[in-house]
């Protein structure tokens, strides 16, 4: 994005830890000024420190955007030092898991434009993906500036409501943890086969990491790759056959699962 404005106006970053990081360092990279950046953080890491931002000082009048990246459990505590930044001079962007629009339409007052994103952890290395939703009064603008930003750390994509929040949680937002799971699974198997442990591991991480840059990248559906890969009466489909009675059904509920306990979260 072209960051002309906020380099004017400024950027706020309400808590910074890793997933705010990640952010930071892709903005710092395509061109953002850390003069124009102020974070407060009671904790700052040392890689913070030596960005040259601006740390726990005041913050800017109105800039261009006020990232919220602090935990949920010191939401509570850590608003009302940003509310002054409400109003509609500045678009207030959540990243903060479980809490909802309208918790931070009280604390930024009317007339906020407010987007709460749901971004991933491979953001980290610019590879995540992040789900948007804007309140009523987020125009095309603020939904932009917001698009913008995120998309330094990845792909994002725009939600029609904010209950859509909990379902993209359940799937993006917690489903690195369910592949990194798949991977120790593949590793172990390939040890009962007889693999050493490195050996399986290095085969596991690279399998899977391949196969989704692949998915990433071919134009083919995931089914169809599945069956360019599965010859009949073949290897693979003698595996297929024992994972497909299984996975269907535990992808459903794990992701069901995650996203029941996302709503519970944001009450």
Not at 91 to 112: D, H, K, Q, R, W
Not at 138 to 163: F, H, N, Q, Y
Not at 250 to 262: G, I, K
Request: with cysteine.
């Amino acid at each position: 994005m072209d960051f002309d404005d906020v380099n004017r106006r400024g950027l706020a970053i309400l808590g910074c830890g890793k997933m705010g990081s990640a952010m930071l360092a892709g903005w710092l990279g395509r061109g953002l000024s850390p003069a124009a950046v102020h974070v407060s953080d009671p904790k700052p890491s040392d890689w913070l420190k030596s960005t040259g931002v601006a740390l726990n000082g005041p913050m800017p009048e109105a800039p261009a955007a006020l990232v919220v990246a602090v935990k949920p459990q010191v939401m509570a505590e850590a608003l009302p030092g940003a509310a002054d930044l409400g109003g509609g001079g500045t678009v207030i962007v959540s990243i903060a898991a479980g809490t909802p629009i309208a918790t931070l339409e009280a604390a930024f007052g009317p007339g906020t434009p407010i987007v709460r994103a749901m971004p991933n952890t491979p953001a980290a290395i610019g590879r995540g993906i992040t789900g948007i939703v804007g309140n009523a009064a987020a125009g095309e603008a603020d939904l932009a500036l917001a698009e913008g930003l995120l998309s330094a750390v990845g792909r994002v994509v725009r939600l029609d409501t904010e209950d859509q929040i909990d379902a993209v949680t359940g799937l993006s937002g917690s489903g690195p943890a369910y592949v990194f799971h798949l991977i120790e699974c593949l590793a172990a198997a390939g040890e009962a086969e007889g693999l050493a442990p490195d050996l399986a591991m290095e085969l596991a991480v690279t399998t899977v990491a391949g196969a989704g840059a692949l998915a990433e990248q071919s134009g083919e559906t995931a089914e169809q790759l599945r069956i360019n890969v599965t010859s009949p009466n073949g290897t693979t489909q003698a595996g297929l056959e024992v994972l497909m009675a299984d996975l269907p059904d535990l992808a459903r509920r794990t992701v069901a699962a995650a996203t029941a306990r996302a709503k519970e979260l944001r009450q």
